[in-house]
């Protein structure tokens, strides 16, 4: 991670928004080798306005000082929020565009899922309990809700409805087993 006062003005997306400053505007070759820190009042923690006003356009310059400085924080950092660690990683990204961008509240149940995969038995028993508890297993009846042309007849009784508590509790044969 990189310390504020060694981050370059220019180039580097430490405004608010993630936005950079470009190293062609005017004016750039007076501060090209100052950092950040040297924008900021070195007893305060908030920024120089009047040098920040100095060196830099209007728009800028508002850009600069709505950044905010956070008076808790003793060496800045940049960090991704999207990790604990700060540390960007494309799986995070991913995971945040997901979440950001993509309707996924239909797909969540309510339920305590983590204690089914922590469970001591093989893995294709823990699919099982999931597919079960989720709703998700291929019956007959849910098949034919997907679309799927089939008879709706269980194919060990002969019941007219196979769905998952005639598949688990009710089929004769199953009930056996």
């Not at 990189?2 to 470009?22: M, Y």
């Not at 799986?91 to 565009?97: E, F, N, Q």
């Amino acid at each position: 991670m990189k310390v504020t006062n060694k981050l370059a003005i220019f180039n580097e997306s430490w405004l608010l928004n993630g936005e950079t400053i470009p190293s062609n505007i005017s004016g750039a070759n007076d501060v090209s080798h100052a950092s950040v820190n040297s924008l900021m009042d070195p007893y305060f923690k908030r920024w120089n306005e009047p040098v920040v006003r100095q060196v830099f356009s209007e728009d800028l310059a508002a850009k600069i000082l709505n950044t905010p400085l956070f008076e808790q924080v003793h060496h800045d950092t940049l960090l991704w929020k999207a990790e604990k660690n700060g540390r960007y990683s494309v799986r995070s990204a991913y995971r945040l565009c997901v979440n950001e961008l993509v309707d996924l509240s239909h797909l969540h149940k309510p339920g305590y899922w983590t204690g089914i995969w922590k469970l001591k038995t093989p893995p294709k028993v823990k699919n099982l309990i999931w597919r079960v508890c989720r709703g998700c297993l291929p019956t007959r009846v849910r098949l034919l809700d997907k679309g799927v042309q089939c008879p709706t007849q269980c194919v060990s009784c002969d019941s007219n409805h196979e769905d998952l508590s005639h598949v688990f509790f009710k089929c004769s044969f199953a009930v056996q087993v």
